[in-house]
């Protein structure tokens, strides 16, 4: 290991997926890990605390690691940089150019594409069947160095401190796919169902848009979030907007959500979920769900394209980013206050 690395680290690893009561998380030592082909080694500066952690953590998401470190919204500084890829594909696009020891760049939920799948080359890489994500097939940033293929590396915008660009890694890209999932139109209506981490950041990017923006959600911390944000109007998950959507957005993993969504649009609408992992949807009615060409659209990951735009977006439009900083030590913490709702926006791990 390179000079002023050590050689361990303190990481979270998930012991035995279960729920947060069991404590399935455990706070270890672990060997600081080398930095691969075409890999580079990064010293954690920030990690956000997404609803998917909390998912790999309960075993909502099958086990891909055993005693995986989660987190995939990683800002960090470049420490060590691995040997060339062994087998460079001049068919890959790079992420942003070549990255060395010193760089701030930002670990995202995307690790790994095959390049020469039919999806790939369609520029539909979320959809490769053998994609790899960061803290689940790979160790993530729930620790103090992680690693990264410099391919899947992201140059971060200027202007942001590292706790607040975290929840931009997975919360705003993921949500920056989503609403354009929902094809909304020009001053278009959109709804978001669910108001956490990426709603909050979804809502800015539509709102700057141009779109009107009505919030359905639970707690009043989020409701009052939204409207201080800009949104028309902020009401209960199950109740109905002031009028009909021409767009959602479901963020909340809750299936019973799915039909209210629906026939909350106008004809035409379209709803995107956003999640990774939703509860069962219980059966829609046919005529005050989907007919008038309503569309149910699922989300999957994101393509690098959607990370830089949202960065991009990011570094045009100064984005209000709620985070709340807990120390590395306390993230089993912090993902019990996700899971319990104890916050509006989102949760960053500082080590």
Known sequence: ??????????????????PLEARPLRLVELPVPEPGHGELLVRVLACGVCRTDLHVTEGDLPVHRPRVVPGHEVVGEVVAVGPPAAHPDPRRPAAD???????????????????????????????????????????????????VPGD?????????????????????????????????????RLGLYGFGGSAHLTAQVALAQGATL???????????????????????????PPGPLDGAVLFAPVG???????????????????????????????????????????????????????????????????????????ADQALADLKAGAFAGAAVLVP
């Open 152 to 188: 899947f590396a992201y140059r971060l915008p200027d202007g942001y401190d590292d706790v607040d660009l975290a929840p931009l890694l997975c919360a705003g890209i993921i949500g920056y796919r989503a609403l354009r999932r929902t094809s909304l139109p020009d001053g278009g």
């Open 97 to 147: 150019g070549k990255l060395g020891v010193g760089d701030r760049v930002g670990v995202a939920w995307l690790r790994h594409t095959c390049g020469v799948c039919a999806y790939c080359l369609c520029g539909a890489e979320n959809l490769c069947p053998r994609s790899r994500y960061t803290g689940w097939d790979a160790d993530g940033g729930y620790a103090e160095y992680t690693t």
């Open 214 to 240: 009505h919030v359905l959600t639970r707690g009043a911390a989020a409701q009052e979030l939204a409207l201080r944000l800009g949104a028309s109007s902020a009401r209960g998950a199950y109740d109905a």
């Open 256 to 330: 019973d959500l799915v039909p209210v969504a629906m026939r909350a649009l106008d004809r035409g609408g379209v709803l995107a979920v956003a999640g990774i992992h939703l509860s069962d949807v219980p059966a829609l009615v046919y005529e005050t769900d989907l007919f008038y060409e309503k569309e149910l659209r699922s989300v999957t990951s994101n393509t690098r394209e959607d990370g830089r735009d949202l960065l991009a977006f990011a570094a045009a439009h100064r984005l209000d980013v709620d985070a709340h900083p807990y120390r590395l030590d306390r």
């Open 1 to 18: 290991m390179s000079v002023g690395i050590p050689e361990t680290m303190r990481a979270w690893v998930v012991e035995r997926p279960g």
